[in-house]
């Protein structure tokens, strides 16, 4: 009798255990608090394109700013640690102390010239987020002074709330096929305030295939514009049928100046005698920038602004002429205007192939280009305009 009352005992016990340890374990799941997981904002892609163009133009505004004030150039050495403090707010410290490091020890030297990204984003952008990681991509059309595209990859990180740049990376286009569109194409040229008209598309055999003709008007006139369809690279071959005085494409950024075009805008109004013309010719002078530099790529800055301004006025004179002169005049002028590009062209590759490449090369071609843009400008109207 007792055995089995100790029995009951013992089972009654059991259960009083088991139901406070379930009680016990219920109020700790009613207290444990429900963890959220953070969400990671997804951004647009204008959001993205921002993003890159503010870390790299604040970037690059850094090294512009401590080289002017630490006169640093060849013979006086960037000291790094000074720019490092800066460019932290748009790059990561292993992007700094990477890329940034070895930019800085050739920015300000006489080598091949720095080189920024583009930073329009309109050709072939592409990007993916995962959480706080960006990778992006982007084509960077050719220009006049560096007639090949470049493919362009970037990484973007966020740290402590802001979207730093990790990592870019630059391909040439040179012996590629990247297929560029009409559309595309139409798009590199309408840039700067320009506009730009198709024509046609036709078998390149600068380009080594099809060739996009566009007429592209801006302040300074019309001219004719030809790109590969391969590489974006800039074509002069388009049947004997350009009449302007220069095939190119749309004014590059890092030479372009609203200055120039609103210059050249009114000053078109002022008339089209000869007598106009050679006060044109000396006001444009007086605009042409002649500073101390402490690097090539300030060099190629101005030197492009020169020939800018120049070639702007040269497609001007040559518009003004085909109103001025008689059919079989201008046919003979059509024909001498031909000849002196391909010189003209030829001699500032060849000044260019004298300095071996590199930023001087460029420095020295830009400078050519100009001068005999400039001599054309006077010749012009001096020896045709009426």
């Given at each position: ?279 044109k010719l000396s006001a444009t002078e007086k605009k042409e920038k002649h500073n101390d530099y402490q690097s090539d790529y300030q060099m190629i800055e101005d030197y492009g602004y020169n020939y800018q301004m120049w070639d702007g006025l040269l497609n001007e004179i040559y518009g003004a002429l085909q109103k001025q002169l008689s059919a079989s005049d201008m046919a003979a002028l059509k024909i001498e205007q031909r000849q002196w590009i391909k010189d003209r062209d030829a ?40």
């Amino acid at each position: 009798m007792s055995y089995k009352l100790g029995a009951l005992l013992l089972s009654i016990l059991f259960l009083l255990s088991a139901c406070s340890d379930s009680g016990a374990s219920e109020d700790k799941d009613q207290e444990k608090p429900t963890v959220k997981k953070a969400s990671v904002t997804k951004l647009t892609e204008q959001e993205v394109k921002s993003a890159l163009k503010n870390d790299i133009d604040s970037i690059f505004n850094v090294f512009n700013k401590a080289g002017k004030e630490n006169g640093w150039s060849t013979a006086n050495k960037a000291d790094f640690s000074k720019l490092r403090p800066d460019v932290l707010p748009y790059a990561t410290g292993t992007f700094a102390d990477r890329t940034l490091k070895d930019l800085a020890g050739e920015y300000y030297c006489e080598c091949d010239a720095p080189f920024q990204p583009g930073t329009d984003f309109d050709v072939r952008f592409t990007y993916e987020q995962d959480k706080n990681k960006i990778k992006a991509a982007s084509i960077d059309p050719a220009t006049e002074l560096n007639n090949m595209g470049t493919s362009w990859t970037f990484e973007l990180v966020k740290e402590n709330g802001d979207w730093k740049i990790n990592k870019w990376d630059s391909k040439s286009l040179q012996g590629d096929d990247i297929k560029l569109t009409k559309e595309e194409a139409k798009t590199i040229l309408s840039r700067n305030g320009e506009t730009a008209e198709f024509v046609k598309s036709y078998d390149s055999k600068a380009a080594g295939g099809t060739a996009y003709l566009f007429n592209v008007k801006s302040s300074n006139g019309e001219r004719q514009a030809a790109i590969s369809s391969k590489d974006t690279s800039l074509v002069s071959d388009v049947d004997n049928e350009t009449e302007a005085g220069e095939q190119e494409t749309a004014q590059p950024e890092e030479t372009a100046s609203s200055d120039t075009a609103d210059t050249q805008s009114s000053e078109q109004t002022t008339g089209s005698t000869k007598a106009d013309y050679v006060a044109k010719l000396s006001a444009t002078e007086k605009k042409e920038k002649h500073n101390d530099y402490q690097s090539d790529y300030q060099m190629i800055e101005d030197y492009g602004y020169n020939y800018q301004m120049w070639d702007g006025l040269l497609n001007e004179i040559y518009g003004a002429l085909q109103k001025q002169l008689s059919a079989s005049d201008m046919a003979a002028l059509k024909i001498e205007q031909r000849q002196w590009i391909k010189d003209r062209d030829a001699a500032a590759q060849k000044r260019y192939d004298e300095e071996g490449g590199g930023s001087l090369s460029r420095v020295v071609q830009t400078e050519e280009l100009a001068k005999q843009t400039k001599e054309r400008c006077y010749k012009l109207v001096n020896a045709y305009m009426k």
